[in-house]
RNA sequence: GCGGACGUGGCGGAACUGGCAGACGCGCCAGGUUUAGGUCCUGGUGCCCGAAAGGGCAUGGGGGUUCGAUUCCCCCCGUCCGCACCA
C-alpha cells in the first residue's frame, strides 16, 4: 500500500490504533485496572485507578463458557460471545456495580492425547503452549478480564478441588425422604443405630469392614458398575453414549464403537432428575435450551404393571413376572400381548421348548423351536447398526413360546421379542395395546394379533370404524371393552386403573425418565485421575482430602493405543505400574491399596469452575463462603446464581445439566448457596462465512474471490458460493489478527457488535468492517484535528437542539445496553455523531464527554485515549456511565401522523401534551387532510394520544 | 414423525406492551476533494407508475380479529436446530 503522502498524521487508523491499543493494554495490565476485590478471603485488592469501594457496590457475575485450548488458533467467530460478555461487563462497571468477568481454560480432553500420540509432545507441554498462543490473541482483544482469576482445569491447584468434588459426590448418598444428598457418614450412622435396617438384616457392627464398605457403597452418589460401554479400539477408550454417533461410530476419527460390559464410574444423576426438571423454572434461559433439557430428562407419568407368566421360572425358580412400563393403564384391558426387549434377561426362561399349540406361521421367524428363533433374532439384531433400526421401521420380532396372563381380565396372551422395544427404557419390557398405539399397531397387523380398542375414537378420526385405513388412537375419549372403566374420560380412567394396580398387588404407578446415570470414568490419560483407592476386596474408598491432588503420574509411553476388535478395554494410566498401588492408613490399619486408573470426563473441569473464578487461590476450602455469597447471589437461594452466563448452544443438554446435578449436591452438602449455579443463560450466534468451490468441487481460498457481474471468481475462473461454518477446512477463516492489522482491535470488537443480535447467527463480511472503522475515524474527527492532533473541542454550550440529540441517544444507549442490544446502541451513537458531523465547528465538551462515556464499553482503547486527551486523570473504565435528563426526552412540540383510513396523509405539529380533542381538531383543520376528505362525511375519529389522528371517512 | 426457533429492501439488520415499516451500516448511484484511482467529504437510494406533484404495491403465501397488524389468531409453504420405535 503507497503511502499517500498529506495523509494526516493523526488520522484514526490500523496503525494509530494499534499504537492506543497496545499502549492501553499496558497501562491497564499495570494499573490493574480489571482487578475485582472480593469482599472476604484472598482477592481483596481492587484496581489501583479505580474507586476505591468497589467491594461494597452491587454484584454481577459475568462468564463466557471457557474455551477448549485448540491449536489451531482463533478465527473472528470465536470471540464473538466474549466481545459481547466484555462490553456488558464494561457497561456494568460504569453504572455502579463491582464486576467479576475472567476467562478460564477447559484444557484436558482427546485432541492433546491424540496430538503428542503424533508428536511425541506431551499434552501438558502442547496444552500450555496452545493456552499461550490463545491468551495472546484473546488479550489483543482488550476484554476486561481480571486475570488473576484464571484458571486452566489442567492445573494441579484446579484439579485437585475437581478431585475434592468427586469426594464430595462419592461420600454423599441421596435421602428420598428428604429429596437431598446426604453425607454417607449419617447413612452410616443410621446403620449403626438400627435407625435403617442393613442389607440382610444383621447389627451393622456385625457386618465385617469389607461388608460395611460394600453396604454404602450402594447408596453413594458415586458409584461403580457393571455396565455395558461403549468401547472403541480406534481410539483405545470408551466412550460416553453422546460420544457415539447414530451410526454407531465415534464423534472424534469415526472408529467403530462396540458395546462391552466393563467396571464403570457412574453418577446418580437420575436421583436428581425432578429437582432439574422443576428448577428450570427458576432460571431466566430460553425456552428453547429449557425444552431441549426437558425432553433430554424426559419425565414420564404412568405405571409398572406387573404379568405373571404361569409355564416360565425366573432365575430363583419362582414363576417368571415380566414388568412392563406404561403411560397408558387405561389401556390394560386392551393389551393382547407383550413384547420384551431381544437383550432382556428374562429371554432365556421364557423360550418353551417347542412351539405351542396356535403358534402362527408368521410368529416362529422359520425356526424349528423358539430357542432357535430367539437366538437367529437376537443374532440379526445385534448386527444391525443404530442407524439401521432407525430407516427401518418395519416391524419384526419372535414368539418366545411363552403366554403371560393379563392382570386385570386373566387373558393369556403371548410374549414377544422384538427390536422396537429398547431394553434402554423404563423396564425393557412392554404390553402392548394395538388399538391406542402406533407401533403395536404394525405389530399387531404383521403379526396377526388381536387388535380391541379401548378408547372410543372421536367422530372425526379417520380409521377403520369411520372406513379409513386401520389406525391407533391416541386422542381421548371414553373407555369402552374395558370392564370398571368403561365411560371414563383418559385422565380418570388411568388414575382408576392405577389405583387398582395397586389394590390389587399388580402394579403401581410410578415416573420413568429418560436420562440415565452418567458414565463418569474414561479410559484415557490426559484427564483428572479420580481420586479413589480399591481395598483387598476391591471396595471403592476415596483418597483422604489432604492427600489431595492425585497427580497424574509422568509416562513416557502414556497415549493409548488402538487396539482391535476383540481387545479389552485398558486404561493407560495402568501402565504407570509404581503409581498404581499404595501404602496407606484410612482409619482401619495400613492397608495397600489399588489405585483407580480411569480419568474423569472432560466434563468434569467445566461443571464448577464459576466457583474457583470466585475464589482461585484459597487452599483450604473450594471458595470462601463470604464470596460465594457475594457473587453467587446467595442471599437468596431461589434467585442466585451467575448473572449472566454466555455460550454455545451446543452445550444446552450436557454440560449445563452436569454442571447444574454437581452444583444441587455441593448445595444439598452446605458447599454452596443457591439451588442454580446459572442464573440467565444466553446462547450466542454464530459467525458462518462464505466459502467457494471451484468446478472440480475444491474449496477455494475465499479471501482472494472477487465478485462478478454474474457471479463469483477465483484467479480468473468462475466460482459456486456456499454458506457455512468459519474454518479450514472451507477455506473461509479470517482471523483476529487479520482484523488487528487492518482496522485495529477496537474496530473488530465495533463490527462484531454491529452485525446483529447476539443470540442470531450472521454471515462475516470483511468488506463491511469498514462502515465500524469510519464511525471511529468520525468520531475521533470531530474530537480531535487530525493534522495537529489539537482537540476541537470546545466549552461552548451546546444548541438546545443538540442536546435533546444527545439526551435522547443516551437513554435509548443505556436501556439498548442493559438488554445486551449493542447492536442498537451503535445505530443510536451513530446517528448522534453524524450530528455532531454536521455541526461545522468545534464539538461542544458537553457532547463530547457522555459520547466518550458512551462508547468506552465497546471500544475502550480510543475511548480511553479520548478520554485522557479530554483531560481526565483517571480511567474512563470506572466513569459514571451517562444519565438521561428526563426533561430533555419530551419536546414541547411534537408531529404526529394524520391517517385516513389507517393510511398516512399527512403530519401536524401540536403540543406535546395537546389533549385529544386539540388533535382532532388541528387533524381536521389540516389543509390537506381537509382537500383529501373533501366534505365527506367523517364517521369516526381514533386519537391515539401523543401518536396519531386516524380518520374514518 | 415429535418438539423448538425463525421468515422484513441487493446484503446485515431496526421497529417498545397492535399505532408513521425499512433506524443504523454495507453495497449501489450522483456530486465534491484529488493529476488519476483509492482514501476522505456531501447528497440520494424498498418496488412499480409518473417529468413532477402525487398515486399504487409492499414485512414467505392465504384467511381472520381490528379504525389500524411485521406485531395477535387459524391454515399452508420454506429455512435452521434438537430428539427420534421413549411404551
Redesign the pocket.
Known sequence: M?E?TE?PRE?Y?AALADDIETKWQAAWKAAGTYHTPNPAGSLTEGPTDGPADLASRPKLFIMDMFPYPSGSGLHVGHPLGYISTDVYARFKRMTGHNVLHTMGYDAFGLPAEEHARQTGVHPRENTEANIANMSRQLARLGLGHDDRRAIATTDEAYYRWTQWIFNQIFNAWFDEDQQKARPISELEAEFADGTRATPDGRPWADLSTSEQRAALHEYRLAYVSEAPVNWCPGLGTVLAN?EVT?EGRSDRGNFPVFRRPLKQWMMRITAYADRLLDDLDLLDW???IK??QR??I?R?E?AHVDFRVPTAADATGEVATIQ?????PDTLFGATYM?L?PEHELVDHLVTDAWPEGTKDAWNGGAATPADAVAAYRHTTSQKS?LD??E?????GVFTGSYAVNPVNDESIPVFI??????????????A?PGQ????W?FAEAFGLDIIRTVQPSADFVGVENGGEGKAYIGDGPAINSGFLDGMEVAEAKSAMIEHLEETGAGEGTV?T?LRDWLFARQRYWGEPIPILFDADGNPLSVPDSELPVNLPELIDWAPRTLDEDSEPEPPLGRATEWTTVELDLGDGTETFKRDLNVMPQWAGSCWYYLRYIDPESDDVVADPTSEKYWMGGEDADAGGVDLYVGG??H??LHLLYSRFWHKVLYDLGHVTTKEPFKRLINQ?YIQAYAFKDDRGIYVEAADVTETADGYEFDGQSVAREYGKMGKSLKNAVTPDDMYEQYGADTLRLYEM????ID????W?T??V??????L??IW?NLVDEDSGELTVSDDAASDALHRVLHRTIDAVRT?MDAL?F??S???I??LN?EL??LDGPTPREVADPLVRMISPLVPHVAEELWQRLGNDTSVVYADFPTADPALLVDDE????V?I?????S?ITVAADADDATLEAAALADE?IQE?LDGAEIR?V?V?SG??V?I?A
Do not use: C, H
Open positions: 503507497s499517500a495523509k488520522r487508523d453422546e447414530a430460553t425456552d428453547s425444552t431441549m425432553n433430554w424426559g414420564s404412568g412392563v412400563f406404561t403411560t397408558r413384547v426387549a443404530d433400526r432407525q427401518n421401521k418395519t416391524k419384526t422384538a427390536d422396537y422395544v429398547l431394553m434402554g427404557y423404563g423396564t425393557g419390557a412392554i404390553m395395546v398405539d402406533e407401533r403395536d404394525e420413568t429418560k448452544v451446543e444446552a443438554v450466534g454491529f452485525m446483529g443480535p442470531q447467527d450472521r454471515p463480511e468488506k463491511s469498514v462502515g465500524s472503522q469510519r464511525l475515524q468520525r474527527r439498548d442490544s447492536n442498537t451503535i445505530a443510536r451513530t446517528e453524524n458531523t454536521k411534537i408531529e404526529i401522523p391517517q383510513k389507517g393510511k398516512v396523509r403530519r390537506r383529501l369516526k381514533i391515539v401518536r396519531l386516524n374514518i
